[in-house]
DNA sequence: GATCCGTCCTGGAACGTTCCAGACGTTCCG
DNA sequence: CGGAACGTCTGGAACGTTCCAGGACGGATC
């Protein structure tokens, strides 16, 4: 029982209805000059040879699918799937579907799922990767509105983009390990990509501002850094994200410290990690519900014939725990 | 610089190249009738002018749009984003795309997300998720083959699936324990869903086949529960799945015994959180891969032309780490 | 020199919609 | 009573492809 018969279309509808396809076309789409008695008929015409509108058909038409796409890295990265999620539902608000299209950290591969995207229609797209090349990007902003959510990245022209301020967020956590008393306040990453970088430069910028420049320490979160950290004396340290973070606090109970007594751990970015972890962990909470919002808002901005770029920078939130 | 101008189509293209647009579509898509020189040119002029093929239009008018959708309740359970990743590897193999829905666990969600799938005229459907009600998948099977991967459920008439062998995953389970010299071996699960209720059934099986059927013990995963099965005596737990699993040695942990020293603790799916829990999870794997191809697979069967139902069941094999 | 065949190319119809221009009948107004 | 205005409906063109039937041309064959 697989798809046999070809599915009905307006012009079924409208025979069996005794009408033009053209009035079942209006009657579907609600326009007010069909008369309530006909309408009703052609609706219950359709629902019985179970007429369902071809998408395809509408997009080649009117040019607009109303349908918006979604690029992300990785599926297996809470952080990025929730972002989506909260598009998603933006769309929804307006009407507008999404659908995701994701290609790991392999730039050539979601090259190929941005253009997918594009060559299905879309009419925008959300992209929540930092690993799309940036020519990629402004080859496709020239065919439709593109957005940057989540994800720091040197800014492309002809792109608007959501973001949370990595660099005042990454203040927060020293803010409040230093009023919890901390001085020798240690800086964990491995990465060399923007967000990451923008977090180590909030890092030390808030260091100074508190008087303690001299105690800036940026360490790889491996085993043997961790330990010439704790040598120093290191009481607190800030990791890049949740998932560095879970790493710290595995091998500073591994080396016998107790978390919060000995050492405190503060990730960033909220994940389930972060709730998940023993003890909880300290992290960045970035507002990624209105992070949807803004991103959808301003692809609707473009549709509507804004040209000029838009950088929307979202306050980050410090969600203390039991880690710290 | 949004999208200003409309983009290139096949007539543009014949224009400038000073062909048909028939021959165009020919050359852009290899046909052998066309001679090397024109094909050439046509390749560099349609380049040039920077076209594009409308996926739109080719989808309506050869009715079929190389596309394959997939449905997943949760994005944030790698469990199954992981199976969505196989079936969209399998699906790039044969030339086909994949697009994602994602609907939570609401029923009228998934239910609209499948629907607007179908409408896209996705090819084919691959179901990863238990939460799409029966009669929805049952009408979407009349219209594209569908596939239910990776999750058990009452089989739907008309709709194939690709999934492991719960019972078998848990009696592999219960002989692991058995053969380290647990008797006590309870099961712990919050779930009545088709998946949880197999590898309970699983389980109770396995129990009465090592002659263990007096020690059959099953119990929801909270603080509780599990302090019942501890006074009773128990030695080992098997989770119904890794979250819960995580969830029990957590309490484990707090009560102050030795994992797995005083308590054996295993899970199933083998995700992330397994490798990821300290100390590590003896969990029950899945062969992902595998059940994307062969999910593909007997979509491309279905399209086909094949009618019978198939079932595959694969193997489970168990991952054996630090807990047990 | 007519016929045939192959190679290379072309025009038009179709896919299922939307939308425009206009047709038809009735009512209203001057 | 003629025409405008309205409410309701219809037919055809268009969107950008693919595909089919066939046309033009050259060379080989009779």
Redesign the pocket.
């Known amino acids: 029982m697989s798809s046999s018969r070809?599915?009905?279309?307006?012009?079924d509808v409208?025979a069996a209805a005794?009408?033009?396809?053209?009035?079942?076309?209006?009657?579907?789409?609600g326009d007010?000059?069909?008369?309530?008695?006909?309408?009703e008929r052609i609706l219950v015409v359709a629902d019985q040879v179970g007429?369902?509108?071809?998408l395809?058909?509408?997009t080649?038409?009117?040019?607009r699918s109303m349908l918006l796409g979604a690029v992300i890295s990785s599926l297996d990265n809470p952080y990025h799937t929730e972002i989506v999620a909260s598009v998603e539902r933006a769309a929804e608000d307006v009407g507008l579907s999404v659908v995701l299209a994701h290609g790991s950290k392999d730039r050539g591969r979601l090259a190929d799922r941005v253009q997918q995207l594009l060559d299905l229609g879309v009419d925008g797209l959300a992209v929540v990767s930092s690993w799309v090349p940036e020519q990629v990007l402004a080859a496709a902003a020239r065919r439709a509105p593109v957005v940057m959510v989540g994800r720091t990245a040197a800014p492309v022209p002809g792109i608007d983009s959501v973001n949370n301020d990595d660099e005042q967020g990454a203040a927060l956590v020293v803010q409040h390990l230093v009023t919890r008393g901390h001085i020798r306040i240690a800086h964990v990453t491995s990465s060399v990509r923007p967000a990451g970088l923008a977090r180590c430069r909030g890092y030390e910028a808030a260091m100074r501002r508190a008087g303690l420049g001299g105690h800036v320490r940026v360490a790889r979160p491996d085993r043997a850094a961790l330990d010439a950290l704790l040598d120093e004396g290191t009481t607190a340290i800030f990791a890049r994200n949740d998932v560095e973070a879970v790493d710290v606090l595995d091998h500073a109970l591994d080396a016998g410290l107790r978390v919060p007594a000995d050492l405190a751990v503060v990730g960033y970015d909220d994940t389930v990690l972060a709730r998940r972890a023993r003890p909880s962990l300290t992290s960045v909470q970035q507002q990624r519900e209105v992070m949807g919002a803004q991103a959808v808002a301003l692809l609707g901005q473009r549709l509507a014939g804004r040209t000029a770029d838009v950088h929307e920078v979202l306050e980050a939130r410090l969600v203390v725990r039991a880690s710290s």
Chains 1, 2 share one sequence.
Request: glycine share 8%; net charge positive.
């Open positions: 070809p599915r009905p279309t307006l012009l409208a005794g009408v033009s396809k053209s009035l079942v076309s209006l009657a579907l789409r007010p000059g069909v008369s309530a008695r006909t309408r007429y369902r509108p071809s395809t058909a509408r080649l038409k009117q040019g």
